[in-house]
C-alpha cells in the first residue's frame, strides 16, 4: 500500500483491512494492529509532513482445508 502526505503537517491515518477469508495470520506490519473483528485489521500510523511515498507491507498468510484445521488444533 503506497501513502503520501502532502501537507505541511504530520497526519494521523487510519487504515482498516478487510481480508475477505476468517482464517489468517500477519507478519511483517511494522508496528502494532487492532483485530477488528473475524476478517478486519485496523493499523494507525503517523505520517511525516511532505511525505512523498510511503510504502506500507506486509505478509498475510491463509489458511485452507488441512492447514485450516491443523492450525484451529494448535491453539
Known amino acids: ?9 504530520p497526519v ?3 487504515i482498516f483491512q478487510h481480508f475477505q477469508h ?5 507478519q511483517n506490519l ?6 477488528v473483528d473475524l476478517d478486519t485489521i485496523k493499523y494507525r500510523l ?4 511532505r511525505t512523498k511515498e ?5 505478509t ?3 489458511f485452507e482445508g488441512e492447514r485450516r ?3 484451529r488444533n494448535s491453539r
Open 12 to 14: 494521523d491515518i487510519e
Open 46 to 49: 503517523t505520517l511525516p509532513a
Open 60 to 62: 498475510l498468510t491463509l
Open 69 to 71: 484445521q491443523k492450525r
Open 1 to 9: 500500500m503506497k501513502l503520501e502526505n502532502n501537507r505541511d503537517l
Open 54 to 58: 510511503y510504502l506500507l507491507t506486509y
Open 30 to 35: 511494522p508496528g502494532n494492529y487492532e483485530k
Open 22 to 26: 476468517p482464517h489468517w495470520t500477519i
